[in-house]
């Protein structure tokens, strides 16, 4: 059996080869970043949203308990005007059954 022969044109072709073989690489590690970079952006803004939404639902909750707060005060304030004494009463037991817990 013969064993095959390279020549020089043999040698050229491997190296077109080769280079062609990197111009691929490159162009799909560009290809890779350019991907990369698109998901991060839609992870980015997504996330954005999720947060933007998460801020709106907090302000609500803020909203409404500060509204139910400011209706027990002023609940609390027409009880004590209507009922002075009974109110004084209860403070001052409150106030005993806290100092009798607390010694």
Do not use: C, W, Y
Not at 11 to 32: C, M, P, R, Y
């Amino acid at each position: 059996m013969s064993e095959p022969v390279f020549g020089p044109a043999d040698a050229d072709t491997l190296k077109a080869d080769i280079e062609q073989l990197k111009a691929d690489l490159a162009s799909l590690k560009d290809h890779g970043k350019e991907f990369g970079a698109a998901k991060a952006g839609e992870a980015r803004g997504l996330l954005e949203e999720k947060v933007h939404q998460l801020q709106k639902e907090i302000d609500r909750v803020t909203a409404e308990i500060k509204k139910q707060g400011e209706e027990a005060r002023a609940k609390l304030e027409r009880n004590v005007h209507e009922r002075p004494l009974t109110s004084l009463a209860i403070a001052f037991g409150v106030g005993f059954i806290a100092a009798k817990l607390l010694r």
